[in-house]
Nanobody, 126 residues
Framework: VQLQASGGGLVQAGGYLRLSCAAS????????MGWFRQAPGKEREFVAA????????YYADPVKGRFTISRDNTKNTVYLQMNSLKFEDTAVYYC????????????????????WGQGTEVTVSS
């Protein structure tokens, strides 16, 4: 499956962005999906994950209450709504797909994913 992330940009602190990740070449509804981010000089970190059905989600503590992951299986797209953005949210954001269908806390780890998008850059000015 190929993943194409979009929606990044420059936003002021307190603002919002919605990232999208469009999938092609596979059966999107079979994949659990995740968002990760990597800030300059830092390791890639988990942001959020959603089950293949959309019924279950996980969030990293720094984004809980501010970010919302969702998906539309009819459009083969997963979204990340980011509100109340902070300077420390500045990073390149990546979407990823896991083909195992079981949804567990292991999806907080990047090694659990089989496919990755190219990343979209989010810059939050303070």
């Amino acid at each position: 499956v190929q993943l194409q992330a979009s929606g990044g940009g420059l936003v002021q602190a307190g603002g919002y962005l919605r990232l999208s990740c469009a999938a092609s070449g596979g059966t999107f509804s079979r994949y659990n999906m995740g968002w990760f981010r990597q800030a300059p000089g830092k390791e890639r970190e988990f942001v959020a994950a959603i089950s293949w059905s959309g019924s279950s989600t996980y969030y990293a503590d720094p984004v809980k209450g501010r970010f919302t992951i969702s998906r539309d299986n009819t459009k083969n797209t997963v979204y990340l709504q980011m509100n109340s953005l902070k300077f420390e949210d500045t990073a390149v954001y990546y979407c990823a797909a896991d083909q195992r269908r079981s949804f567990s806390a292991t999806l907080r780890s990047a090694v659990s994913y089989d496919y990755w998008g190219q990343g979209t850059e989010v810059t939050v000015s303070s």
